[in-house]
């Protein structure tokens, strides 16, 4: 999105596909993931894995794989159902704002199809999502295998990671990042493996700040972020601090900027107020707050601890 905002001739057709290229690379990533653990991205992240349904206490290590069935089951609904809902999503909302607008004639078939659509895909969502909820109201009870219909539609089961799992994946990694081989056929395979087996540590490894950043960058480009940095900017200028108290006591201010107003002497240990900004001496300074609870030029209300010490680069 910031690509394409910045430069829309070269990188907008990196956001009018943005749907396609993050399922393309979901897809690498999820089937990397099946094939060499065993299980999604994110479930090998909490260290767990899927196994077949039906298996019994003897379950297969996690650098075995899924069978064929089981497997391509589970990649399709990884990737292509919430694919598949999202693009229905934008479909139903690009609909009701043709409806709003009555971009299609009110006689026309087209209307009346997509007004009996749209009057539907509410209770078809809710189905949807009530099935979710209470196969997972079921696996908290203990009736259920799963926490979700698409294991059970993909034919397997989460269980945690055993030992014995956790050593043969290291000892899988660890041969495939020390085999040494002797043909170019092979040695260009095993760069290729060491290169996707690096993409997908990369990705594992920097997923949270990369969500970080991203949606540090979506709120700094966002309207209402705009319109705040808009309206700050252009609040103006505060006028410079005046004298509140005109009196004889009153300290004013030298010609020269090296000297205090207090001693009339070049400055020595410069101290300024936090409440008005003015530079003195340290001493000087130090008594006349402490005495009169004010900034000597402006008549401010000061105490001791607005007083801040200033430090030339050569101390």
């Known amino acids: 999105q ?9 990188y907008g057709f990196l956001w009018h596909w943005f749907d396609e290229i993050y399922v393309l690379l979901d897809l690498l990533l999820q089937q990397h993931y099946l094939a060499s653990c065993s299980a999604s991205f994110s479930e090998n992240f909490y260290s767990l894995k899927r196994i077949p349904m039906g ?13 064929k069935r089981q497997h391509w089951k589970s990649l399709l609904l990884l990737v292509l159902v919430p694919y598949l809902k999202g693009k229905l999503e934008k479909l139903v909302s690009s609909l009701r704002e043709e409806d709003e607008y009555s971009i299609h004639p009110p006689s026309s078939s087209w209307k009346r199809f997509y007004r009996a659509f ?29 926490h979700s219909p698409m294991l059970k539609l993909a034919g397997v089961r989460l269980v945690r990671l055993t030992v014995e799992d956790i050593q043969a994946l290291e000892k899988k990694w660890a041969e495939t990042t020390s085999s040494q081989t002797h043909s170019f056929t092979s040695r260009v395979q095993s760069a290729l493996r060491r290169a996707l087996s690096g993409i997908a540590f ?9 969500v970080f950043f991203l949606q540090f960058l979506d709120w700094w480009y966002s309207s209402e972020n705009q319109e705040t940095i808009k309206s700050l900017t252009a609040l103006p200028t505060p006028p410079p601090p005046v004298h509140l108290e005109h009196e004889p006591s009153s300290a004013l201010l030298p010609s020269l900027k090296t000297v205090c107003p ?29 005495a009169h609870q004010r900034c000597p030029v402006t008549g401010y209300a000061t105490e001791l601890q607005h007083l801040v010490k200033l430090y030339s680069p050569e101390s």
């Not at 001693?263 to 900004?277: D, H, I, M």
């Open 55 to 67: 298996e019994g206490r003897q379950q297969p290590l996690a650098t075995a794989g899924l069978p």
């Open 118 to 146: 749209l009057a539907a895909y509410p209770y078809v969502n809710m189905t949807w999502e009530g099935w979710f909820l209470i196969q997972q109201l079921c696996y908290i009870l203990g009736k259920a295998e799963h």
């Open 202 to 210: 990369s990705l594992s490894t920097g997923l949270s700040v990369s």
């Open 2 to 10: 910031v690509l394409a905002e910045s430069n829309p001739g070269r």
């Open 262 to 290: 207090l001693c009339r002497k070049v400055r020595v240990n410069a101290t300024a107020l936090a409440t008005s900004g003015f530079v003195f001496c340290y001493r000087c300074v130090y008594s006349y707050v402490k």
